[in-house]
């Protein structure tokens, strides 16, 4: 995989895992002074870009402290036993929820493949690598690390996942949000800025959780936000604001489905849902570009609120 990153500035560099396509997916490298730490780690096929961009930057394997993966789904978190097995001094640092999955990923690895088969497994993913337990560190919430003198906070955020966490950077007053922030492709961008897109995939949408994740992270004032889908955007308390409308609007969505072919239809709600969203955002992008862009999460998004729908149904 060839190499395409983006120096953000204050150390931060966005690095481009080209899964799916260009622009969908990023990793973090954060450098201060001699020390570096990885946030979120793609899938296995970005480690070549990652260790070029280490030497670029001046930087040996064994100067990279951790490797941060928000959560354990595989676009964030694929490429983190590969990535661990080519920087000896490196420590994983986890949602306790997810260590084990990252320890012994062979539950992962078979879900995945029951899904895609297995060659478009590999083709995707590649080789998912266990992390030595020993080499693990089960972050709780408000675990707080060293980089280089640069301190950084772990975060628990549920309402995308149960196992995922955010990375509080005081220095660039920054949050590294994973999936908690939405996703922002810059296909979608307009004058009106950046278009906010929420990721309900499967399993755990909880949207009091999410919203409550979304307060918590905006009282630390941050004046950015690093997504993994895709790079930094500003204006996070606006930001904010519009993901907690999209929670309402998808519980709404689902609510109001039913019968037989209850996803299909909240799946077509979502499409109408976006497309007039980004009509009322001056996306330049006819229906058809549209659904090349978003039409994999919007599938997704469904099949997430069908299980949150089911799960709803059977706590009754």
């Given at each position: 995989m060839?190499?395409?990153?983006?120096?953000?500035?204050?150390?931060?560099?966005?690095i481009d895992?080209?899964y799916?396509?260009?622009?969908?997916?990023?990793?973090y490298?954060?450098?201060q002074?001699?020390?570096?730490?990885?946030?979120?780690?793609?899938?296995?096929?970005?480690a070549?870009?990652?260790?070029?961009?280490?030497?670029l930057?001046?930087?040996?394997?064994?100067?990279?402290?951790?490797?941060?993966?928000?959560?354990?789904?595989?676009?964030?978190?694929?490429?983190?036993?590969?990535?661990?097995?080519?920087?000896?001094?490196?420590?994983?640092?986890?949602?306790?929820?997810?260590?084990?999955?990252?320890n012994?990923?062979?539950?992962?690895?078979?879900?995945?493949?029951?899904?895609?088969?297995?060659e478009i497994?590999?083709?995707?993913?590649?080789?998912?690598?266990?992390?030595?337990?020993?080499?693990?560190?089960?972050?709780?919430d408000?675990?707080?690390?060293?980089?280089?003198g640069?301190?950084?906070?772990?975060?628990?955020?549920?309402?995308?996942?149960?196992?995922?966490?955010?990375?509080?950077d005081?220095?660039?007053?920054g949050?590294?949000?994973?999936d908690?922030?939405?996703?922002?492709?810059?296909?979608l961008?307009?004058?009106?800025g950046?278009?906010?897109?929420?990721?309900?995939?499967?399993?755990?949408?909880?949207?009091e959780?999410?919203?409550d994740?979304?307060?918590?992270?905006?009282?630390?004032?941050?004046?950015q936000?690093?997504?993994t889908?895709?790079?930094?955007?500003?204006?996070?308390?606006?930001?904010?604001?519009?993901?907690?409308?999209?929670?309402?609007d998808?519980?709404a969505?689902?609510?109001?489905a039913?019968?037989?072919?209850?996803?299909?239809?909240?799946?077509?709600e979502?499409?109408?849902?976006?497309?007039?969203?980004?009509?009322q955002?001056g996306?330049?992008?006819?229906?058809?570009?549209?659904?090349?862009?978003?039409?994999?999460?919007?599938?997704?998004?469904?099949q997430?609120?069908?299980?949150w729908?089911?799960?709803?149904?059977?706590?009754?």
């Amino acid at each position: 995989m060839k190499l395409s990153y983006q120096d953000l500035g204050q150390g931060i560099f966005c690095i481009d895992t080209f899964y799916y396509r260009p622009n969908l997916d990023g990793c973090y490298l954060i450098q201060q002074g001699d020390q570096a730490a990885l946030i979120d780690a793609g899938t296995s096929h970005v480690a070549p870009a990652v260790m070029e961009l280490l030497k670029l930057r001046g930087l040996t394997p064994e100067q990279v402290k951790y490797v941060i993966p928000t959560h354990v789904h595989l676009d964030h978190a694929g490429g983190t036993g590969q990535l661990m097995a080519m920087l000896p001094e490196a420590e994983m640092i986890i949602h306790p929820r997810g260590a084990r999955h990252m320890n012994h990923p062979e539950k992962i690895i078979a879900g995945t493949i029951a899904v895609y088969g297995e060659e478009i497994f590999k083709e995707r993913y590649g080789a998912i690598l266990p992390v030595p337990e020993a080499r693990t560190i089960a972050a709780e919430d408000g675990f707080e690390f060293s980089l280089g003198g640069r301190t950084l906070r772990c975060i628990h955020t549920e309402g995308h996942a149960r196992h995922h966490l955010c990375i509080w950077d005081q220095q660039s007053r920054g949050l590294f949000t994973g999936d908690t922030f939405g996703i922002s492709y810059r296909e979608l961008d307009s004058d009106q800025g950046p278009f906010m897109f929420l990721p309900s995939t499967p399993i755990d949408f909880d949207p009091e959780a999410w919203h409550d994740s979304l307060e918590r992270l905006c009282r630390l004032d941050p004046t950015q936000l690093y997504l993994t889908h895709f790079c930094r955007i500003d204006q996070p308390a606006l930001r904010a604001k519009v993901l907690h409308k999209e929670i309402d609007d998808y519980v709404a969505i689902a609510l109001n489905a039913g019968g037989e072919q209850r996803e299909q239809q909240i799946h077509q709600e979502l499409t109408h849902y976006y497309q007039e969203q980004l009509r009322q955002h001056g996306s330049p992008l006819s229906s058809a570009e549209i659904d090349q862009v978003l039409g994999m999460d919007i599938a997704l998004c469904a099949q997430g609120l069908e299980v949150w729908l089911k799960r709803r149904e059977k706590q009754k």
